[in-house]
């Protein structure tokens, strides 16, 4: 009887301890998964947006062909005698870019749409290939702008 009851006694102590690591594991915040990156609109507006604005050696710059055309990334236009889009202008932008730029992603068109077929761009461009390489200033811009930063 002595023994049975040794290993009942155990038997409690086992379960008591368990059901305390459980419990305490229960109350420790599962750790946070990495937040997905997201598209932010300041960095558009202040950052993004001056590249298309921009006039590169040999090239159009992006808001010419790119207001006026008929490809997946449209921007608005300028309004007559502007240099810059103004914040409701800016915010169409903004949405017009989702259609290209996915985040996270370094596959987006928009960052290798314009990019020189021998740095890993596409094989065609309409307004040539803008950036000759993944270390152009404004390249580097765009990508910073699809992998989320802010």
């Known amino acids: 009887m002595k023994r049975a009851s040794s ?7 086992l379960l008591v301890a368990a059901a305390g690591s459980l419990s305490q594991a229960g109350s420790q915040p599962a750790p946070a998964p ?3 990156p997201s598209l932010d609109y300041e960095f558009f507006k202040t950052k ?17 062909c790119h207001s006026f055309n008929n490809a997946p990334f449209k921007l608005v236009s300028l309004s007559p005698g502007s ?7 800016s915010r169409r932008n903004f949405e017009l870019i989702k259609r290209v730029a996915m985040p996270g992603f370094l596959e987006s068109q928009l960052l290798k749409h314009p990019l020189a077929e021998e740095a890993g761009g596409d094989y065609h461009h309409g307004g040539a290939q803008q950036f000759s390489s993944k270390q152009d200033p404004h390249w580097l811009t765009l990508k910073a702008f ?3 930063e802010k």
């Open 34 to 36: 990495a937040a997905s």
């Open 7 to 13: 290993y009942a006694a155990a038997a409690v102590c």
């Open 48 to 64: 993004v947006q001056a590249v298309f604005l921009a006039k590169r050696e040999g090239h159009a710059r992006c808001v010419v």
């Open 146 to 148: 699809v992998m989320g």
């Open 83 to 89: 240099t810059t889009w103004n914040e409701e202008q």
